[in-house]
């Protein structure tokens, strides 16, 4: 979800309500948004879900947006916090992990089995995966991803140490 | 018997080592230790692999239910994307700590010298004095506050007049402290009494509905006619209880009970 110089002019007519502007930023980056959300819940619904609220909630949001600027990184915490905020009250209903298809159909070059690599990721106590995804694929920091966790850094690092391990041992059971 | 480190430790190592710092114990052992040498291998794969990942495509129907909800005037409140306020690091804390402790040396240090004036302040409040007896507070009347033993809470009531015998009640994003109680009543509408940091959500109302969002750790009491022909209350999309006629039926774990009233925790 990298930042794109043409955001600004774009936020400006979106928190004006103009669709054709939204849809210019859902082009932009509706696929970060969709993938992040869906690492998080693991369910392709739920993801689109998420996917559909933060564009529906997004002219309402732009108001009070204030990180002039850094408009990806805010909406990847946007996401991650609808999303975290979606897993819980839907604890109960969750599917089978990570089942989506587009993972079979990306061409892999690493000796790593990349759709057993998800899978075994999926598997994860949501706890663990979501310290995994978040540190490790989306490059936040202990401090960040307990931040938006709700628990310490070491707590954080605590978690992505046994995420590993577990995840070792899926792939090699 | 050679111990190995786990998984999750040689990770912790890998980490360490991209950030320039080692752990020298464990740097032996992998010298001597090719499984664990392989473990590490298969860590930094498995890292370049997920982070080498292409995003997902965002499935095509998506946009064009975005845009009838927004033509339908569909309200969503999104999460904050701000960072919280940074907590002070550590080294801060203890320099903080320090000045704390200074400031109370200091101050213990000038209080015992003989004319100083914190001494006489110390000596003036130390001394006994004589206090009326306190009024007893008058208690507030009416408010579930004031049931609940706490007068200062806040605390907002609503009533919701059914539509067509009909209620719908949505809850948004509640917080884990929310407490929900429902008890059925003879009334004729249907009353949402928040108390605490519940009162402080957001509430839209209609015929026959009512949206309340991000209540806080608090409690909202709803006191469900029992002629209603049928009420739902969903919370964040997931029904937790319906009402259909004379049959109550709760979708959600029931935490509690207290007299004729049924505590759910929608948040937790």
């Known amino acids: ?173 | 018997m050679r111990m190995h480190p786990d998984t999750g430790r040689i990770a912790r190592s890998a980490e360490a080592t991209t950030a320039g710092v080692t752990s020298t114990r464990l740097d032996t052992h992998l010298a001597e230790c090719g499984d664990c040498r392989a473990t590490l291998e298969w860590i930094r794969d498995a890292r370049a692999v997920l982070r080498g990942e292409p995003p997902l495509r965002a499935p095509a129907r998506a946009w064009s239910h975005i845009a009838n909800r927004l033509a339908a005037g569909d309200v969503v409140l999104l999460p904050d994307g701000t960072w919280p306020a940074a907590a002070p690091q550590p080294a801060s804390r203890r320099l903080l700590a320090a000045a704390v402790i200074l400031v109370l040396v200091a101050s213990a240090a000038s209080a015992m010298l003989p004319g100083s004036p914190l001494r006489h302040w110390i000596e003036a409040i130390a001394r006994p004095r004589e206090t009326p007896p306190a009024a007893p507070a008058m208690p507030a009347a009416g408010t579930a506050a004031a049931a609940a033993g706490d007068a200062t809470a806040p605390v907002t009531t609503m009533i919701v007049a059914a539509a067509d015998g009909d209620v719908v009640i949505e809850i948004e994003t509640p917080d884990p402290g929310l407490e929900l109680r429902v008890r059925l009543t003879d009334q004729v509408d249907l009353e949402v009494r928040a108390t605490g940091a519940a009162a402080g959500a957001t509430f839209r109302s209609g015929p026959g509905r009512l949206t309340i969002t991000k209540p806080g750790a608090g409690q909202i009491l709803l006191l469900l006619p029992r002629q209603a022909n049928h009420i739902a209350i969903g919370v964040d999309r997931t029904t937790y209880l319906v009402k259909a006629r004379d049959r109550l039926q709760i979708l959600a774990p029931v935490v509690d009970t207290a007299g004729t009233e049924f505590i759910l925790r929608p948040g937790s």
């Open chain 1, 1 to 173: 979800m990298h930042e794109t110089t043409g955001d600004s002019e774009i936020l400006a007519a979106v928190r004006d309500r103009d669709v054709a502007a939204l849809g210019e930023l859902y082009a932009r980056h509706a696929d970060a948004v969709y993938t992040l959300a869906y690492r998080i819940l693991g369910v392709a619904q739920e993801a689109e879900d998420v996917l559909q609220d933060v564009f529906v909630g997004l002219p309402r949001a732009l108001a009070g947006y204030r990180e002039h600027g850094r408009f990806a990184a805010w909406l990847r915490r946007v996401t991650v916090r609808a999303a975290l905020m979606r897993r819980r009250s839907t604890d109960r209903k969750r599917e089978a992990p990570l089942e989506h298809a587009a993972i079979a159909a990306q061409p892999s070059d690493s000796p790593l089995d990349r759709i057993a690599l998800e899978r075994a990721l999926g598997r994860l106590p949501d706890p663990l995966r979501r310290v995994f995804v978040l540190k490790e694929i989306e490059g936040y920091s202990h401090a960040e991803v307990g931040a938006l966790l709700g628990i310490s850094a070491a707590n954080s690092s605590m978690r992505l140490s046994r995420a590993w391990s577990a995840l070792r041992r899926e792939i090699h059971s």
